[in-house]
């Protein structure tokens, strides 16, 4: 069992930055693939990013790719979502999810363990 716990969003302007944190604890944390999802209002749950069990393969939605930047420490069980240039289309709930494989994949399907979420509000 993997439990996962965000941190970091909030109430931004257009054009503005956020770091969102995800902390995990309990089995082993690097031998999971982790990925970034995103709801909105009425919509599906998106991928938005995701980073394997080393942090080398990264893999990124086009609608955030070269705004966005996934990272994970090891050391530390955490797992980073840096977001800039931010829109108001980026305004939703942001959820951090492991997977019992340290592959990435971009199907909210394929991950096993989630976090509670963490709103990003962005304001134009």
């Known amino acids: 069992q993997v439990q996962l716990v965000e941190s970091g969003g909030g109430l931004v302007q257009a054009g503005g930055s956020l770091r969102l944190s995800c902390a995990a604890s309990g089995r082993t944390f690097s031998n999971h693939a982790m990925g970034w999802f995103r709801q909105a209002p009425g919509k599906e749950r998106e991928f938005v990013a995701g980073?394997?069990?080393?942090?080398?393969?990264?893999n990124y939605a086009d609608s955030v790719k070269g705004r966005f930047t996934i990272s994970r420490d090891n050391a530390k069980n955490t797992v980073y979502l840096q977001m800039n240039s931010l829109k108001p289309e980026d305004t939703a709930v942001y959820y951090c999810?492991?997977?019992?494989?340290?592959?990435?994949?971009?199907?909210?399907?394929?991950?096993?363990?989630w976090g509670q979420g963490t709103q990003v509000t962005v304001s134009s």
């Open positions: 999810a492991a997977r019992r494989s340290p592959i990435v994949r971009g199907s909210p399907d394929n991950y096993n363990y």
């Open positions: 980073v394997g069990w080393s942090g080398d393969i990264t």
